[in-house]
Structure formats: C-alpha cells, structure tokens
C-alpha cells in the first residue's frame, strides 16, 4: 500500500519559500484569528474542545492534554503557571526546532489560547540553552505580538492579561522531565521532584498548580481552537488523533520532518517510501522509534497478538515495517511513539558500538540525585566503552543487562526508564552480538566508524 | 562586578520576570558568561548577593548544568554533537578533524588562543547529521570537508583581526 500523502497542519509553513518568523508575514496567513475568537467565548468551552479532541501530549509520554488540564487544581486561590516544554533534548528529536526558529507566532498564539482557556496570567518558555537564536527569535516574537496586544495587559480589550517571558536552560537533559524542569525554573539543579506529592497540576511552579505543555502540543491547540474539538478528532484514528510529526534520522536517504494523519502510515511506508530506504548498498538492522529512550526494534523480528480494531479483538502478526506509527500500536509491541525521533541504523552498524554511544548519552545527563540511575547508567557505560575500547567478555552481555534490569521503578522520575530501556532491548534482541563481541571485534574493519 | 552597562540593565530586567527572585539564577549566570565569558569566583558571590542567595546556592547550579564554565575557553566555542544520530553519520570524525585542524584536545583551548573543542550531547538537529554548534551559529552536516572548511574560515576571520 502506498504511503498516504503528508498532511502539514503544524509544519504548514515550515521551509515555505517567502515565510518569514515575524508578525506581519503571521497576521498575512491568518495569524492570531484564533485567538480573537477564542478569547470571545467561555474558557471551559475551551477544554472541552481540547478533551473533545482527544489531543496527546507530544513531548512524549502521549498523556491526553484535556486530562492534564482538568487536573489542575482550581479552588487553591494560588495563581495558574502555564510552561512551555521547549526543551527539546531526546536524541532524535527535532520538531520543535523548528515551529520556534520559523514560525514562533503559532506557538505564542497557541500559548496564549491554552493560557486564557486555563485563567494562567504568566507562562514561560523554557527553552534549551543551546538554542539562542531560537530564544532570541522567540523574545522578538513576543514583543511584536504584545506591541500588537495580543500577549501582555487587556488582551484585545477582554480585560484578561497574559505575559509571556522566555527562559534559557543550560544544557541539562533532564530539565525536558517537568519536575525537574519547575526546579530548574525556580533557579536550582534539575533534580525531579517525587510524585506523590508533587504534582505539577497541584503542586507545581512555586508550589502552585502549574501546567507543563509541549511546544508541538500548544501549536495543536491553537488548531483545535480553530477547527474544533470533533472536527479534530476526525482526523487520524480513535485514540491518536490529529497530526503527528516524524523526525526521522540516521541511515535512510531523505532523513528530515515529516507530519502525517496520526496512525495512518506504518514504519515500512515511512522508512521505505516517504524517507528513500535504506543507503545504497545496504540494509535496514535496528529502529527506535520515539527517541533514543525508545526500546528498540530489529528487522526481521514478529510481533504477534490480538488489538482492538473498532469493537472487535483482530489478531494481528507484523513486522517492523507493518507497525503502525502510533502510541497505542508501538506500545503494544513493546516500545514507544514518545516523541517521535525515529532513529535508524543499518547493517553497517555494530549493536555494541551504537548501544555504548547511547549509554554514554544517559550517563552524562543522570541528575544524579537516585543511586540506581547515577551509579547504573555510570557503569552500564563503563562496561559497554570497555567493550569497545578496551577487552570484551562473553559475560559482559548478562552482566550489562543485570545492572540495567535494577533500576527501573527504583527511580524518582522516569529517567530511570529512559536510561535502562535502550540496554534492556539492545541485550535482548541482539543478544549474539553482545555475547560474540570480543570475537567479532578482531574482524571489524579498524577504520570503521566510531560511535563512542 | 565588571561588567557592560547593558548587561547590568538586562540583569535588572529579567530579575522583574519572576515573582522569585532566585528563578533569576539561570538567566544571570548566562548573562555574566556572555559578558565575562565565564563564571569567576566573584561572580558567583556578586550573584548570590543580587538575589539574595548563599553562594553555594549559584556555585551548585553553575556545576550542575553543562553550559556553565569555571575557567575562560578560546575565542570561539566549537561544540560538536555527540550522539547518536550525528555519530551514525560521522561526528566522531568531525570533531577529530576540528581538532587536527586547531591542533588541540577535546575540551582543551588550541595553542593560539582562538578555539575551544567540545563534544555535547544531542543539538536537536538530528535530521542534518552530524551538526556542530559554533558559538551561536548551527551549523549543517558538517563531515571532515565542511570541518575543514569551516576551521580555515575561522583562521581567516582571526587573520583579519590582527
């Protein structure tokens, strides 16, 4: 089946010859209609629309936004924060990039509506420090659209007043984690705070209720605002609806963003068709389809069971290229959509090799704070750089996937997944080439590609 | 404090962006860094002072997060992205070839002063693999050729201040 045409609603303008970041170009594309229409009707119709929709997060972890919302804590008296997530920093990921750098009006214009729609008076973007242009362009978009009253006091006369400020990270992974991203924002080290007790919608920026959106998710709502909830949710299929965003990277011809009807198109149309397959001459080995945290998946591996399909139960039997790209079905197979980062290696890259890059990552970016992650990810890439560098053992294999199997659930957040997951899946599928790397590593060729 | 005038006033401007004082930590080390270019002792306690802090409650986030340096770096500050993605498609051998070219060591400042050589983790650009962030420019699918390229601009740049 050919691959379905890509649907651009978020990325519409994106690489558009001629369209420009500033207001003028925006407001010449209809920019900030929404908001007039929105801030004219009740801000609980707001929500509705947005739970009506069925929109999931898209930082990640795919949580229906409208539950989100309705979480927040009302009757507190405390002031509502609203941060945008725009800390973009799972490898692999590379969406947001580029709303904020080319179109930062859709994301401000999306902040403010979920910001009037939630009674928020101060949100802020916290943004990766090592994006300052992008900080800088977002600064600049703030202030044209406040000089055009649609951020700051009395927004288009409603009497409702709304600031945005931009905040800068410093490079700390783990500041994409909203806990952890609140405690940065409040001045300290990223370190998540424990839920139970806190809660962002409870618990959050200063101790008040606060909501922590992706920037790819507010860009959904300023649409839904426009469309509507139902007509929304017409678009993809029951349980991912709207657009989703790939970001493609790695071994494939055309890698790059590309945004599609949510669950209409399977990894095999997306690779094969939409991306070019693979390099000349090679093969398609290993995929992770939702950031490096993903576990992964190897070509030529089944996956077999039974899924809802409408009110049936269907059994279904794929491969990797029958998967269709979206949270519930990915889950289903043992990984994950998250955010979208789809990474693909070929038949040229050694499993060990790629798997050491990964452990790398995690333990540069562990907070720090819970033993199992800091001293699991440390030695989970200790033991697979001195595989690759140093001497390898057969019982390397049981001995990494020992330490990764101790710390998930043992961890204050979820990086204590994201961390052991990569090992885990890495250990299990390519068990072999684990077990036979000390063996393998004398016929690899010396002037191959380092990945560690 | 020695710093511009300007960056006393953004300091007083962005301390004004949060009902916390101390939520200003962040955005005064990165102000004093691009002034300064790195975060001094002093610094670290004229910060503290400003919102109203312990010292140890900046120098604990300075050694926290990756961004902040203790000591000053060459002239321009090449960060090269290490993970997967870029890997996948040569970044090893990108930062190898910028650090031949510079004739310096990871991390380390190059004899004549001008570069500082780093890996970093994911720049989130991993589509135009492998990319390299030079002071605050991206650049693109940087291999050994454009790393050449662009170290040769570089000295060009440098030559032309002297």
Not at chain 1, 6 to 33: M, P, S, W
Not at chain 1, 173 to 186: F, P, R
Not at chain 1, 312 to 322: A, F, L, N, Q, R
Not at chain 1, 377 to 399: F, Q, T, Y
Request: overall charge neutral; proline content about 6%; glycine content about 10%.
């Amino acid at each position: 089946m050919p691959a379905p045409a890509q649907t651009r609603v978020i990325f519409k303008h994106i690489d558009e010859a001629g369209y420009t970041n500033d207001l003028g170009c925006y407001l010449r594309h209809g920019g900030y209609e929404t908001l007039k229409k929105s801030v004219a009707r009740p801000p609980a119709d707001l929500i509705e629309e947005v739970k009506k929709s069925g929109l999931r997060g898209r930082g990640g972890a795919g949580f229906p936004c409208g539950v989100k919302w309705s979480l927040v804590d009302r009757k507190s008296g405390k002031p509502i924060y609203l941060i945008v997530n725009a800390d973009e920093s799972e490898p692999g990921t590379f969406k947001d990039r580029y709303i904020m750098h080319q179109d930062p009006h859709q994301l401000i214009e999306g902040t403010i509506i979920s910001c009037f729609a939630n009674n928020v008076k101060q949100a802020y973007i916290y943004i990766r420090g090592e994006m300052p242009e992008g900080a800088r362009i977002l600064e600049k978009a703030i202030a044209e659209a406040r000089a055009a009253n649609f951020v700051g006091p009395n927004i288009l006369g409603t009497g409702y007043s709304c600031e945005i400020y931009v905040h800068r990270g410093a490079g700390a992974y783990i500041c994409g984690e909203e806990t952890g991203l609140i405690e940065s924002l409040e001045g300290k080290r990223a370190n998540p705070r424990i839920k139970p007790p806190y809660f962002p919608a409870v618990l959050g920026l200063y101790q008040c209720p606060t909501i922590v959106n992706n920037v790819e998710t507010l860009c959904q709502v300023k649409h839904i605002a426009e469309i509507g909830g139902e007509a929304y949710a017409k678009s993809g299929t029951p349980g991912n609806t709207g657009t989703r965003i790939f970001c493609v990277s790695g071994h494939v011809q055309r890698p790059g963003y590309y945004e599609f009807p949510a669950g209409t198109i399977t990894m095999g149309q997306l690779l094969n068709e939409v991306c070019g397959g693979p390099l000349p001459g090679r093969t398609f080995k290993a995929v992770i389809p939702g950031g490096s945290s993903a576990k992964v998946l190897r070509f030529g591996e089944r996956y077999k069971g039974k899924r809802k399909a409408g009110a049936d139960m269907v059994d279904y039997d794929w491969g990797v290229e029958d998967v269709p790209m979206d949270f519930d079905s990915l889950a289903m197979i043992g990984s994950m959509g998250g955010s979208g980062g789809v990474i693909v290696m070929d038949d040229s890259v050694n499993m060990v090799e790629a798997l050491a890059n990964i452990n790398a990552f995690y333990q540069h970016e562990s907070c720090g704070q819970c033993t199992p992650c800091r001293e699991g990810s440390l030695w989970m890439k200790k033991i697979s750089s001195r595989m690759v560098h140093g001497d390898a053992r057969k019982e390397d294999a049981a001995l990494l996937k020992s330490v990764a199997d101790q710390i998930p659930g043992r961890t204050i957040c979820a990086f204590g997944e994201a961390c052991s997951w990569p090992t885990q899946s890495f250990l299990i599928k390519f068990k072999d080439e684990f077990e036979g790397y000390a063996e393998a590593k004398k016929s690899l060729p010396a002037d191959r590609l380092a990945l560690v | 404090m020695n710093l511009k005038p300007e960056t006393f006033q953004r300091i007083d401007e962005v301390i004004t962006h949060y009902p916390v004082k101390r939520s200003a930590t962040l955005p005064l080390l990165h102000l004093v860094q691009e002034d300064a270019g790195y975060i001094s002792e002093e610094a670290i306690l004229w910060i503290a002072q400003k919102l109203e802090l312990q010292p140890i409650n900046v120098l604990e986030v300075v050694t926290f997060y990756p961004m902040f340096r203790r000591a000053p770096i060459g002239r321009r500050h090449i960060k090269v992205c290490r993970t997967l993605s870029c890997a996948l498609l040569g970044g090893y051998k990108t930062c190898e070839t910028f650090q031949e070219e510079f004739k310096t060591t990871l991390g380390a400042t190059s004899p004549c002063g001008e570069v500082t050589v780093d890996f970093v983790e994911c720049l989130a650009s991993c589509g135009t693999a492998p990319v390299v962030l030079i002071d605050e420019v991206l650049h693109e699918k940087v291999d050994a050729t454009k790393a050449r390229q662009i170290s040769a601009q570089i000295r060009a740049e440098a030559a032309a201040r002297q």
